[in-house]
């Protein structure tokens, strides 16, 4: 299965180059986007959420709702085009999404292995921690889902840009 993963700005070349099927937006709710050209509004997840981890006056944390949308829109995927998620920059709500779906979709793949990879294709991933722990509990996996993500590591935010993650299913 192929995820694409970027920030905002690059999503309307992505959409041209790659027609993915499906298109997953997180974004703080005033900044959110209308379903672009080239992907149908039925296939586009929007989910209006702020890029914390912890409860922040007058922000949107993730919460459960959030994880079990994305991984209900995750289900309607068949993986035949790719999928691509995106946040503001790239690097923290977009990969935490795209890790939790791999997640889901291999599972009896080790966790550790799927971050793994998602640092060598982007070392500015930076998955957010409140979707990983919420996704983590939600597919019963024990704490593994935290502990692979940190186990990744510092990462260089100033290479963020548009990468693929191949999954393989366990």
């Known amino acids: 299965m192929t995820i694409i993963v970027s920030g905002l700005a690059e999503v309307p ?36 959420v702020n890029d914390i981890a912890e409860p922040t006056e007058g922000l ?4 459960e709702t959030v994880v079990t949308r994305l991984l209900a829109f995750g289900r309607t995927w068949d993986e035949t085009s790719p999928m691509l998620i995106h946040c503001w920059a790239g690097i923290s709500r977009s990969t935490a999404s795209a890790f939790t779906l791999a997640c889901e979709r291999s599972p009896e793949a080790d966790e550790r292995e799927i971050a793994l990879a998602m640092r060598r294709a982007a070392p500015h991933a930076s998955p957010n921690r ?41």
Request: glycine letters at 6%.
């Open 13 to 48: 070349a992505l959409i041209l180059r790659r027609k993915p099927s499906h298109l997953v937006t997180l974004l703080d709710p005033a900044t959110m986007i209308e379903t672009p050209t080239g992907v149908a509004p039925d296939r586009h997840l929007k989910l209006g």
């Open 60 to 63: 949107i944390p993730p919460d």
């Open 130 to 170: 409140r979707i990983v722990a919420l996704a983590d509990d939600m597919l019963g996996r024990r704490g593994r889902m935290v502990d692979a993500v940190a186990a990744m590591g510092d990462y260089d935010w100033e290479q963020a840009r548009p990468f693929e993650f191949e999954v393989r299913h366990a």
